[in-house]
T-cell receptor
Protein backbone atom coordinates (compact mmCIF):
# COMPACT_ATOMS: atom_id res chain seq x y z
CA UNK A 1 0.00 0.00 0.00
CA UNK A 2 0.95 3.63 -0.05
CA UNK A 3 3.34 4.68 2.64
CA UNK A 4 5.92 7.08 3.76
CA UNK A 5 8.91 5.26 5.20
CA UNK A 6 12.40 5.78 6.42
CA UNK A 7 15.53 3.84 5.57
CA UNK A 8 17.30 4.11 8.94
CA UNK A 9 15.53 3.70 12.25
CA UNK A 10 18.52 4.97 14.25
CA UNK A 11 21.32 7.28 13.22
CA UNK A 12 24.30 7.97 15.46
CA UNK A 13 26.58 10.87 14.65
CA UNK A 14 29.41 12.65 16.34
CA UNK A 15 28.88 16.18 17.52
CA UNK A 16 29.94 18.59 14.81
CA UNK A 17 29.40 16.18 11.95
CA UNK A 18 26.64 16.54 9.40
CA UNK A 19 23.58 14.30 9.64
CA UNK A 20 21.48 13.00 6.81
CA UNK A 21 18.09 11.47 7.50
CA UNK A 22 16.29 9.81 4.61
CA UNK A 23 12.67 9.19 3.77
CA UNK A 24 11.01 7.33 0.92
CA UNK A 25 7.47 7.97 -0.18
CA UNK A 26 5.38 5.99 -2.59
CA UNK A 27 2.68 8.38 -3.78
CA UNK A 28 3.80 10.53 -6.67
CA UNK A 29 0.69 12.69 -6.17
CA UNK A 30 2.02 14.09 -2.89
CA UNK A 31 2.73 17.77 -3.26
CA UNK A 32 3.91 18.94 0.14
CA UNK A 33 6.42 17.48 2.56
CA UNK A 34 7.38 18.40 6.08
CA UNK A 35 10.10 17.35 8.48
CA UNK A 36 9.26 17.30 12.16
CA UNK A 37 11.47 16.84 15.21
CA UNK A 38 10.06 15.17 18.28
CA UNK A 39 11.82 15.13 21.61
CA UNK A 40 10.88 12.59 24.23
CA UNK A 41 7.50 13.27 25.79
CA UNK A 42 6.77 16.27 23.58
CA UNK A 43 4.77 17.03 20.49
CA UNK A 44 6.35 17.24 17.03
CA UNK A 45 8.09 20.47 16.19
CA UNK A 46 8.15 21.85 12.65
CA UNK A 47 11.64 21.96 11.12
CA UNK A 48 11.28 22.65 7.43
CA UNK A 49 8.92 22.01 4.56
CA UNK A 50 9.14 21.77 0.79
CA UNK A 51 6.65 21.76 -2.04
CA UNK A 52 6.79 19.39 -4.95
CA UNK A 53 7.74 22.16 -7.38
CA UNK A 54 11.08 22.52 -5.59
CA UNK A 55 13.99 20.15 -5.15
CA UNK A 56 15.88 21.91 -2.39
CA UNK A 57 15.12 24.25 0.45
CA UNK A 58 17.44 25.57 3.11
CA UNK A 59 16.85 26.77 6.61
CA UNK A 60 19.08 27.49 9.53
CA UNK A 61 21.53 24.54 9.64
CA UNK A 62 18.98 22.35 7.86
CA UNK A 63 18.42 21.51 4.22
CA UNK A 64 15.66 19.42 2.72
CA UNK A 65 16.17 17.73 -0.62
CA UNK A 66 13.37 16.30 -2.69
CA UNK A 67 13.97 13.85 -5.52
CA UNK A 68 10.66 13.23 -7.21
CA UNK A 69 12.16 10.83 -9.73
CA UNK A 70 12.90 8.26 -7.06
CA UNK A 71 10.36 9.57 -4.52
CA UNK A 72 12.98 10.35 -1.94
CA UNK A 73 13.20 13.05 0.68
CA UNK A 74 16.15 13.84 2.91
CA UNK A 75 16.93 16.13 5.80
CA UNK A 76 20.46 17.36 6.23
CA UNK A 77 21.55 18.86 9.51
CA UNK A 78 24.84 20.71 9.45
CA UNK A 79 27.21 20.68 12.43
CA UNK A 80 24.99 18.40 14.47
CA UNK A 81 24.66 19.37 18.12
CA UNK A 82 23.56 17.42 21.20
CA UNK A 83 20.31 19.38 21.14
CA UNK A 84 19.52 17.84 17.79
CA UNK A 85 19.07 14.44 19.42
CA UNK A 86 15.45 13.47 18.85
CA UNK A 87 13.21 11.43 16.59
CA UNK A 88 12.69 12.91 13.16
CA UNK A 89 9.59 12.28 11.10
CA UNK A 90 8.88 13.08 7.51
CA UNK A 91 5.27 13.70 6.55
CA UNK A 92 3.55 14.08 3.23
CA UNK A 93 0.39 15.79 2.14
CA UNK A 94 -1.75 14.63 -0.75
CA UNK A 95 -4.00 17.52 -1.70
CA UNK A 96 -5.95 17.25 1.56
CA UNK A 97 -5.54 18.60 5.06
CA UNK A 98 -4.21 15.27 6.29
CA UNK A 99 -0.57 14.49 6.81
CA UNK A 100 0.79 10.98 6.44
CA UNK A 101 3.71 10.38 8.78
CA UNK A 102 6.69 8.16 8.21
CA UNK A 103 7.96 5.71 10.79
CA UNK A 104 10.60 8.00 12.26
CA UNK A 105 14.38 8.01 12.67
CA UNK A 106 16.08 8.44 16.00
CA UNK A 107 19.11 10.71 15.81
CA UNK A 108 21.68 10.21 18.53
CA UNK A 109 24.51 12.70 18.87
CA UNK A 110 27.55 11.65 20.83
CA UNK A 111 30.49 13.82 21.91
CA UNK B 1 2.97 32.69 16.64
CA UNK B 2 1.12 29.40 16.10
CA UNK B 3 1.11 27.96 19.61
CA UNK B 4 -1.07 24.98 20.44
CA UNK B 5 -1.66 23.90 24.02
CA UNK B 6 -3.08 20.74 25.49
CA UNK B 7 -4.54 20.11 28.89
CA UNK B 8 -3.86 18.10 30.89
CA UNK B 9 -0.30 17.13 30.05
CA UNK B 10 -0.61 13.94 32.06
CA UNK B 11 -3.62 12.12 33.42
CA UNK B 12 -4.12 8.88 35.27
CA UNK B 13 -7.59 7.46 35.47
CA UNK B 14 -9.26 4.28 36.57
CA UNK B 15 -10.62 1.76 34.13
CA UNK B 16 -14.21 2.51 33.19
CA UNK B 17 -14.03 6.26 33.69
CA UNK B 18 -13.97 8.93 31.00
CA UNK B 19 -11.24 11.45 30.38
CA UNK B 20 -11.41 14.72 28.49
CA UNK B 21 -8.39 16.25 26.78
CA UNK B 22 -8.46 19.83 25.56
CA UNK B 23 -6.60 21.26 22.59
CA UNK B 24 -6.39 25.01 22.11
CA UNK B 25 -4.82 27.23 19.49
CA UNK B 26 -3.60 30.14 21.58
CA UNK B 27 -2.73 32.80 19.03
CA UNK B 28 -4.51 31.83 15.86
CA UNK B 29 -7.80 30.53 14.56
CA UNK B 30 -7.70 26.93 13.48
CA UNK B 31 -9.51 25.84 10.36
CA UNK B 32 -9.08 22.21 11.23
CA UNK B 33 -7.84 20.33 14.24
CA UNK B 34 -6.43 16.84 14.21
CA UNK B 35 -6.09 14.19 16.89
CA UNK B 36 -3.27 11.68 16.84
CA UNK B 37 -2.33 8.75 18.98
CA UNK B 38 1.25 7.66 19.46
CA UNK B 39 2.50 4.44 20.99
CA UNK B 40 6.01 4.25 22.46
CA UNK B 41 8.71 4.41 19.81
CA UNK B 42 6.11 4.55 17.07
CA UNK B 43 4.92 7.12 14.61
CA UNK B 44 1.85 9.31 14.92
CA UNK B 45 -1.41 7.68 13.96
CA UNK B 46 -4.16 10.01 12.84
CA UNK B 47 -7.37 9.30 14.72
CA UNK B 48 -9.71 11.98 13.45
CA UNK B 49 -10.04 15.34 11.76
CA UNK B 50 -12.40 17.94 13.11
CA UNK B 51 -13.71 21.21 11.78
CA UNK B 52 -15.41 23.82 13.90
CA UNK B 53 -19.14 23.29 14.07
CA UNK B 54 -19.24 20.00 12.23
CA UNK B 55 -18.84 16.34 13.06
CA UNK B 56 -15.39 14.88 13.18
CA UNK B 57 -14.17 12.57 10.46
CA UNK B 58 -12.68 9.44 11.95
CA UNK B 59 -9.99 7.30 10.41
CA UNK B 60 -10.69 3.69 9.64
CA UNK B 61 -10.58 1.54 12.75
CA UNK B 62 -11.11 4.39 15.22
CA UNK B 63 -14.31 4.04 17.23
CA UNK B 64 -16.20 7.31 17.20
CA UNK B 65 -18.27 6.33 20.24
CA UNK B 66 -15.12 5.55 22.14
CA UNK B 67 -13.24 8.70 21.21
CA UNK B 68 -15.67 11.59 21.25
CA UNK B 69 -14.48 14.76 19.56
CA UNK B 70 -16.07 18.13 19.98
CA UNK B 71 -14.87 21.18 18.09
CA UNK B 72 -16.75 23.99 19.78
CA UNK B 73 -14.88 26.97 18.38
CA UNK B 74 -12.06 27.98 16.06
CA UNK B 75 -9.63 27.70 18.96
CA UNK B 76 -10.82 24.69 20.94
CA UNK B 77 -11.26 20.99 20.29
CA UNK B 78 -11.77 18.30 22.91
CA UNK B 79 -11.19 14.57 22.84
CA UNK B 80 -13.06 12.45 25.36
CA UNK B 81 -11.95 8.90 25.89
CA UNK B 82 -15.06 7.16 27.16
CA UNK B 83 -15.06 4.13 29.42
CA UNK B 84 -11.30 4.04 29.32
CA UNK B 85 -9.42 0.75 29.49
CA UNK B 86 -5.72 0.06 30.01
CA UNK B 87 -5.26 -0.47 26.26
CA UNK B 88 -6.30 3.17 25.76
CA UNK B 89 -3.16 4.25 27.59
CA UNK B 90 -1.13 6.24 25.11
CA UNK B 91 0.25 9.61 24.14
CA UNK B 92 -2.45 11.74 22.53
CA UNK B 93 -1.39 14.69 20.41
CA UNK B 94 -3.48 17.34 18.73
CA UNK B 95 -2.56 19.68 15.91
CA UNK B 96 -4.18 22.55 14.10
CA UNK B 97 -4.07 24.25 10.73
CA UNK B 98 -3.99 28.02 10.63
CA UNK B 99 -6.95 29.61 8.95
CA UNK B 100 -5.62 30.66 5.54
CA UNK B 101 -2.22 29.20 6.39
CA UNK B 102 -2.01 26.20 4.10
CA UNK B 103 -1.38 22.63 5.10
CA UNK B 104 1.21 23.08 7.82
CA UNK B 105 0.06 21.64 11.12
CA UNK B 106 1.07 23.05 14.48
CA UNK B 107 1.29 20.47 17.19
CA UNK B 108 0.41 20.56 20.83
CA UNK B 109 2.76 19.17 23.49
CA UNK B 110 0.75 15.98 23.90
CA UNK B 111 -1.17 14.34 26.74
CA UNK B 112 0.04 11.19 28.41
CA UNK B 113 -2.96 9.06 29.39
CA UNK B 114 -2.50 6.13 31.76
CA UNK B 115 -5.48 3.96 32.55
CA UNK B 116 -5.10 1.75 35.61
Amino acid sequence: GESVGLHLPTLSVQEGDNSIINCAYSNSASDYFIWYKQESGKGPQFIIDIRSNMDKRQGQRVTVLLNKTVKHLSLQIAATQPGDSAVYFCAENRYTDKLIFGTGTRLQVFP
Amino acid sequence: GAVVSQHPSRVICKSGTSVKIECRSLDFQATTMFWYRQFPKKSLMLMATSNEGSKATYEQGVEKDKFLINHASLTLSTLTVTSAHPEDSSFYICSANKRGGGYEQYFGPGTRLTVT
